[in-house]
């Protein structure tokens, strides 16, 4: 079905779960290009709703912003690139099979009707087979994103990683698988994922065949976040 149409069939029962038709409008529609072999054109898209939204004026509400009662005004950042990038990180965190076999079963239960975002939640747990609660509750019901400042040493083989989480303390802490490649001096490099608790800092130790010359943090462009990596 189209992006627009996917919103008109299934639609929030409350305005409050505006994403629920935005986001997906905002996610289906570059999905497009990648399911079509233009990944790079994908990618752009996404990148261009990162920027918007860590630009815009609403960084500091949620999506799911029941506090907001100026019902227009819902019709801002949060429910079109944020939503987006929470569709997409669903993706990453459950997988395509999941992913998209759960959004067919969304689609089918609820068409030409309204959902809540509960609704949703709960089919996308049911094909994750795992609670995805943390990951709705800190992406919708918290404001902001993670700002990482990662710093990493190596020591007799083993490299050190210590993550920081240094966006407002209004935002809350996050919790996220963080992509990191790390570039070898024998050419090499070695794709880890660091697991961020949802507390101030996190740290991970990991053996390496070869001293590490540099560090990149969400290469693939995984995460709503912002990353600073800095050597010790």
């Known amino acids: 079905t189209a992006p627009h149409g996917f919103g008109d069939a299934v639609t929030e029962r409350d305005w409050h779960h505006l994403w629920l038709s935005e986001g997906f409008a905002s996610y289906l529609g570059p999905l497009f290009f990648e399911l079509v072999g233009d990944s790079a054109r994908f990618h752009q898209i996404m990148e261009r709703n990162r920027r918007v939204y860590m630009a815009s004026s609403v960084v500091d509400r949620p999506i799911i912003d029941t506090a907001n009662t100026d019902i227009p005004s819902l019709l801002n950042e949060n429910n079109y690139p944020k939503a987006a990038w929470v569709l997409h990180m ?92 790390v570039q070898l001096e024998n050419g090499d490099t070695d794709t880890l994922t660091v697991s961020v608790a949802a507390e101030e800092q996190t740290t991970y130790r990991h053996a390496l065949a070869a001293r590490p010359t540099r560090l990149l943090a969400d290469p693939g462009e995984t995460l709503l976040a912002e990353t600073a990596v800095t050597a010790r």
């Open 90 to 181: 669903l993706r990453g965190e459950i997988g395509d099979s999941a992913f998209f076999g759960g959004l067919r079963a969304y689609y089918a239960t609820y068409r030409d009707s309204t959902a809540l975002s509960s609704d949703f939640a709960g089919v996308m747990e049911q094909f994750a087979g795992r609670p995805l609660g943390w990951f709705f509750d800190q992406w919708l019901l918290q404001p902001g994103y993670p700002k990482l400042a990662l710093t990493w040493s190596y020591a007799n083989g083993q490299l050190t990683i210590a993550v920081t989480q240094t966006q407002p303390a209004a935002w809350g802490d996050f919790r996220v698988r963080l992509p990191v490649a």
